[in-house]
C-alpha cells in the first residue's frame, strides 16, 4: 500500500534540485508542433539553463530554473498546459512514425474529462514498440491491453472506459500492476523493439548524447513540428539540421544513458561528464547513475553507479 503522496514534477509542480527548479511538461504522444518547441526552447532559455531534458515518457524537463512565477502562462499560452488540475495526468507514448496525433489528441482530452489519474500512470498508443515502457493501458493495434495482456477490442472508449475503471476501483494504488485488476484478461503481448535511429522516408530519427537537447540543438530545431519517443529520441524532417544529434545507429552514443548527475544531491561523481569521456565498446545498454537510486535507468540496462570508492557495475 502506498502512503507517500504523488510527487512526480510538473509544470507547475515544481522539484528543487540541487542545479535550482525542475519541471516536467507532459507532451501526450511526444508531439510537438514547431511553435510548442520554440517555446519551450524559449521558457528554458528565460528561466532554466537553455536546455530540454527528454524523458522517457516522451515528455521534457526544464532544469535550472531560477524562479518558474510566468512559467505556467507561458506553457498554457502554447497549449503544453491546458489544464491546471491534469497537469501530471496526461502521460500518453505513441509509436513513432505512425501519424497518431489525432488519436492521442482525442485521448489527451479524454483523460482531462476523467477524474485526474496519478502522475505516475502510463498509456500508450500504437505497436508494440510502446509495450516496453510498460504502459498501464494500451491500444496496440485494434486490440486494448491492460499491463500488456490482451483485455478485448481497442478503441479510445475502450481505453477511456478502462482508465476510469481503474479510477473506481484503485485504492491507493498509481499503476494498474500494483492492484488486482477484476476483469478477464488474456495472454500477455510482447514489447517490441523500438524504432532505430536514421533515415525513415521523409524523417529521421536522432538521438540528443544523454537525452538532454542543448540551446543550440533547439535553435536549429525550432522551425520543425517534431515527435519526442519514449526512448529519448526525436523524429524530425529530413530537411531538418541534425548538427549535434546522433542519427548513426551504430554510434557509441546508441544505449548509454545517465541520471541528473551533479544537478542531484546525491550524486557521488560527475557521472554525465564521465560518459561522455568514456565511450568506448561495453555493454550496451549502460546507464550511468549518480548513486545506488538508479533514477530512469532503462529496463535492462548495465548500470554503472557512482559509489564513494569508485565505479561499480551491476545488472539490473
Ligand atoms: S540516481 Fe542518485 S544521483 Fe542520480 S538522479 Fe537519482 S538520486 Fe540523484
Redesign the pocket.
Known amino acids: 500500500m502506498r502512503t507517500a503522496p504523488d510527487r512526480c514534477p510538473g509544470a507547475l509542480r515544481v522539484h528543487e534540485a540541487v542545479d535550482g527548479g525542475l519541471v516536467r511538461v507532459r507532451v501526450p504522444g511526444g508531439y510537438l508542433t514547431a511553435r510548442q518547441l520554440r517555446a519551450l526552447a524559449q521558457a528554458s532559455a528565460s528561466f532554466g539553463d537553455g536546455s530540454l531534458d527528454l524523458t522517457s515518457r516522451g515528455n521534457v524537463q526544464l532544469r535550472g530554473l531560477r524562479t518558474s512565477e510566468g512559467l505556467g502562462d507561458m506553457l498554457a499560452d502554447a497549449g503544453l498546459l491546458p489544464s491546471e488540475t491534469h497537469d501530471t495526468a496526461r502521460n500518453v507514448v505513441a509509436s513513432p512514425l505512425r501519424g497518431l496525433r489525432d488519436m492521442v489528441a482525442e485521448i489527451d482530452a479524454g483523460i482531462q474529462s476523467l477524474d485526474p489519474l496519478p502522475g505516475r500512470f502510463l498509456i500508450g498508443v500504437g505497436e508494440a514498440d510502446v509495450l516496453s515502457v510498460r504502459p498501464d493501458l494500451s491500444l496496440v493495434g485494434d486490440r486494448l491491453l491492460v499491463d500488456s495482456r490482451d483485455a478485448g477490442p481497442g478503441t479510445v472508449a475502450t481505453l477511456l472506459e478502462a482508465a476510469s475503471h481503474f479510477l473506481a476501483i484503485r485504492t491507493t494504488e498509481w499503476r494498474i500492476r500494483e492492484l488486482t485488476w477484476d476483469r478477464p484478461l488474456g495472454d500477455l503481448v510482447e514489447a517490441g523493439s523500438p524504432v532505430a535511429l536514421g533515415t525513415h522516408g521523409d524523417r529521421v530519427v536522432a538521438l540528443p548524447p544523454l537525452g538532454r537537447l542543448t540551446a543550440e540543438v533547439l535553435g536549429r530545431l525550432a522551425a520543425h513540428d517534431v515527435q519526442l519517443t519514449p526512448w529519448r529520441t526525436v523524429v524530425v524532417p529530413r530537411s531538418a539540421d541534425t548538427t549535434g544529434l546522433v542519427t548513426d545507429p551504430s554510434s557509441p552514443w546508441v544505449g548509454v544513458s545517465a541520471?541528473?548527475?551533479l544537478a542531484?544531491a546525491?550524486?557521488l561523481a560527475d557521472i554525465r561528464s564521465d560518459a561522455a569521456a568514456d565511450l568506448g565498446p561495453g555493454p550496451r545498454p549502460l546507464h550511468w547513475?549518480?548513486?545506488d537510486?538508479?533514477?530512469g535507468a532503462p529496463t535492462g540496462a548495465v548500470i554503472r553507479t557512482a559509489t564513494a570508492k569508485g565505479y561499480v557495475l551491476s545488472d539490473v
Open positions: 541520471c541528473a548527475g542531484c546525491k550524486a547513475s549518480g548513486c537510486r538508479h533514477c
